[in-house]
């Protein structure tokens, strides 16, 4: 019987030949694998790379280290600093949670961590780690990155908190007041938004972002008037601001100054023909100027620009029952609910349009519905104007 030694069928991944005859392929691949084997990495050698600013070096020299020994907690710690230097964050929070695992006294890690998180655009995943590096000696730096963590992630009540602390801190740096301030304003904490935007105010009179954030504390007091004040100097400085003169108009459409709100709504869309929200308030007064035709040409214009415009599906709807179109009312008044359910006055105008189409048990339950609700507030002038706060200062 002849032996096949000398046959080849394939090499191995570090490119050593696999003998067919079993006993053959064995030695020739420990050999193969002896010879070609890197020497071992030590923390020293990856030291020394990262002294000499060769990130990528080092990093394969701690995953080398790492895996030689999976429970080196510094040694992960490290991987995580030098895939951070590379921007390979979401590689290197994996790295600190590993170190941190294996050593939770690694606090100077959390910090790193939170930084990795943050860095993502992982808001919440970033919270944990920096509350805890609020505790260690890098207290300051992890305060200011909790604050923004909490503000990125949308939780304004603490980002004001932590804000406050944060610019008390550092009471100098105007990035941080603007945030605190947003944060106040989006956290409905108007006095604390107030005082913010009267100091950024003081030491920039003539900005007209300044004038309309103070306008907008103002208007969440309460204060109309004083915020109209406000909205009219950021018009003086600035008449074609962005978004301005609807915020104005709003304003007046909210006193009931119907003719003064129509001039400002009509000068917002002489700067933004497609701005949904204006064309919408104008809809409105037009209904209520009873110019139902132009009313309904605005809020269907309305509508197109953002169909999820409340305002604008209430008063389309309401102005197509009374004018007997009376399936093209229903489509929006349920586009009105669906929107918010919780507020009464669409459920009534529903009502009213099924009392019209005959239908009197479904007019009877919307009316029931009606009952069961209290007028909510409205909402206030900054989620008018924006449906989200401005971004984290890059």
Not at 149 to 157: E, H, I, N
Not at 356 to 363: F, H, N, Q, R, T
Request: charged fraction near 25%.
């Amino acid at each position: 019987m002849k032996t096949r030694t000398n046959l080849i069928a394939e090499r191995n991944p570090r490119g050593c030949p696999i003998l067919v005859a079993p006993f053959a392929a064995k030695v020739g691949i420990l050999l193969c694998v002896l010879l070609t084997r890197a020497p071992a990495q030590s923390p020293a050698d990856a030291i020394n790379l990262d002294q000499a600013g060769k990130f990528r070096e080092a990093i394969d020299a701690w995953q080398s280290i790492t895996k030689s020994n999976p429970k080196d907690a510094g040694a992960f710690a490290a991987l995580g600093v030098d895939l951070a230097r590379e921007q390979r964050y979401q590689e290197a929070a994996a790295a600190y949670r590993k170190a941190l695992a294996l050593n939770s006294k690694l606090t100077s890690i959390q910090i790193n961590l939170g930084l990795a998180e943050f860095k993502q655009g992982r808001f919440e995943q970033a919270i944990p780690p920096l509350k805890a590096a609020v505790l260690s000696p890098q207290r300051a730096q992890a305060q200011t990155l909790l604050a923004m963590s909490y503000y990125g992630a949308r939780r304004f009540p603490e980002a004001s908190v932590s804000l406050e602390k944060a610019v008390n801190a550092d009471p100098t740096n105007n990035d941080l007041r603007q945030l605190l301030s947003q944060a106040c304003l989006w956290a409905k904490k108007y006095q604390c938004a107030l005082d913010q935007f009267k100091q950024i105010v003081a030491n920039d009179p003539n900005s007209a972002q300044a004038h309309i954030l103070l306008g907008q504390a103002l208007d969440g007091l309460n204060k109309t008037n004083e915020a109209i004040a406000e909205f009219q100097a950021a018009a003086k400085v600035s008449p074609h601001e962005p978004n301005l003169h609807f915020g104005l108009g709003y304003l007046y459409w909210k006193s009931h100054q119907y003719d003064e709100a129509k001039t400002e709504f009509e000068s917002e869309l002489a700067n933004d023909p497609k701005h949904a929200q204006a064309l919408a308030y104008l809809g409105d007064v037009e209904w209520k100027r009873n110019n139902l035709d132009q009313a309904v040409s605005l809020l269907r214009k309305a509508v197109q620009a953002k169909p999820n415009l409340r305002i604008a599906q209430v008063d389309l709807g309401a102005i197509l029952t009374q004018q007997g179109q009376h399936e093209e009312a229903l489509e929006a008044l349920k586009a009105a609910v669906k929107i918010d359910p919780t507020q009464p006055d669409a459920h009534y105008r529903l009502g009213r349009l099924y009392q019209a189409m005959g239908k009197k048990d479904e007019a009877t339950a919307e009316f029931a519905r009606v009952k069961q609700m209290q007028q909510k507030v409205d909402t206030d002038l900054v989620r008018k104007m924006s449906d989200k706060p401005p971004a984290l200062p890059r």
